[in-house]
């Protein structure tokens, strides 16, 4: 069984350039985009092939990753969470490992986060808040951290969904708390290496994962905390708190992930006290503050599905629970175009992730939908029903990786093949 490891030992972030794997939240650079090409450009009726399907994953809205051959996953199983990885040729099984046992939160179907995958190394988060590294190998614990216990954090309503970065040999996560905002970990071992301090971090609970960026010389993390807090920027070699920016956040749950160029940054929350906001980082004398370049209400908003800039354009389903398309200008704010109904008939929360020239919508009511990313129009070109529907909300992202498009759907993980031929 271990020997189907030789190709995961130096399991990364996608360091064969021959491979495009998707190895932790949102892809490679963990903005929601591949640069994979030679994909499907228009969907058959019913969808592309599907190659299959296997079951026992676990309840929960984890999305997968996938590095050096197989998919990692997480997933709730006789009230434990478990980390579990499977083989990318046929999804079956090679390890499961407990990691404790779940904290009941609001939609209590299991873990929500997505494990990052780097070096051989596994890391994901509990709703309770256990962060834990495992191997890649076999999946034995290396080491764990509890953000309540540790970091004086406290479990949001609907658990703790970040999912960590990894970047160079630290472990950047989000225990939200007073002391420690945002943390950096030794990757090798979980050792402290700094916590943010200072930061507001909100009375309504923050549940984005952290991403990097650079502004003029100082490298940062950029992350969505609770209302109160906001927007937030680290340094990323101290941890100083650098600026926040609270007007967008609303009062039940602030999820999406940032996106962020150089000194630009594309923030957006759903709910009704919601918003969206373009921002530029400016810095004066080693000081940094965020000027608002563009504000918008609940008209323009982003609820947990993601949102993914392709050229100078901003893609994403608009409005709490509705996943209206929409194209916005990453330079001006603008609205380039703006549905009024979900793709393809999709209802809910639309979730989406870019590939060689397509959007990849997938629905809270379990409907897929191919979109081609042109900011002059909107235009459908596939779609299909997600087989086999768990009846829970379909709110894990898809995922795009090595020409497969993998849906996963409670215990339920699907494999299609979206290569051309």
């Not at 920016?245 to 923030?267: E, F, L, R, S």
């Not at 996943?323 to 999709?346: I, N």
């Not at 909107?378 to 020409?403: L, T, Y």
């Given at each position: ?181 945002v943390a950096a970990l030794k990757a090798k071992d979980g050792s402290v290496v700094w916590q943010t301090e200072g ?103 982003n609820h947990h599905g993601g949102m993914v800039l392709v050229g100078d354009y901003v893609y994403f389903g608009n ?103």
């Amino acid at each position: 069984m271990l020997s189907v490891f030789v190709a995961v030992a130096a399991a990364t972030m996608s360091a064969d350039a021959k491979t495009f794997d998707w190895p932790q939240w949102r892809g490679p650079n963990r903005d929601g985009v591949s640069t994979e090409t030679g994909l499907l450009q228009e969907w058959p009726k019913g969808g592309p092939p599907k190659l299959w399907t296997v079951k026992g994953c676990g309840g929960g809205f984890s999305t997968v990753a996938v590095a050096g051959g197989f998919i990692y996953g997480t997933g709730k199983i006789d009230n434990k969470d478990h980390v579990w990885c499977r083989k990318e040729k046929d999804g079956e099984q090679v390890w499961m490992t407990p990691v404790g046992d779940y904290k009941k939160t609001g939609y209590e179907e299991g873990p929500r986060g997505t494990p990052t995958v780097a070096d051989g190394q596994v890391y994901a988060v509990t709703p309770g808040g256990t962060l834990v590294c495992v191997s890649a190998k076999d999946g034995k614990e290396v080491w764990r951290k509890d953000y309540v216990k540790d970091f004086g954090g406290g479990v949001p309503g609907w658990g703790y969904c970040d999912s960590v970065l990894v970047d160079g040999d630290v472990v950047v996560c989000c225990p939200a708390s007073k002391k420690a905002a945002v943390a950096a970990l030794k990757a090798k071992d979980g050792s402290v290496v700094w916590q943010t301090e200072g930061a507001k971090v909100g009375g309504a609970a923050g549940y984005s994962s952290p991403v990097k960026t650079t502004v003029g010389k100082t490298d940062m993390y950029v992350v969505l905390l609770g209302k109160g807090g906001g927007v937030t920027g680290v340094d990323a070699k101290t941890g100083k708190l650098l600026w926040q920016y609270d007007k967008v956040m609303n009062g039940t749950a602030n999820i999406p992930t940032a996106v962020v160029k150089g000194d630009m940054v594309w923030a957006s929350t759903g709910y009704d006290d919601g918003g969206s906001a373009l921002l530029h980082i400016k810095e004066s004398g080693g000081k940094f503050e965020a000027e608002e370049l563009k504000y918008y209400d609940k008209q323009v908003q982003n609820h947990h599905g993601g949102m993914v800039l392709v050229g100078d354009y901003v893609y994403f389903g608009n409005r709490h629970g509705s996943g209206h398309p929409t194209c916005v200008d990453f330079k001006t704010g603008e609205v380039k175009w703006k549905e009024t109904k979900g793709a393809a008939g999709g209802g809910g929360s639309g979730s989406v992730v870019y590939a060689d020239g397509r959007l990849y919508f997938r629905y809270e009511s379990g409907k897929m939908a191919l979109v081609k990313a042109d900011p002059d129009k909107f235009e459908v070109v596939g779609s299909f029903d997600i087989p086999e529907p768990s009846k829970k909300p379909s709110w894990q992202h898809p995922v795009v990786a090595n020409g497969k498009l993998y849906i996963r759907d409670q215990d339920n993980l699907h494999c299609f093949d979206v290569k051309k031929k």
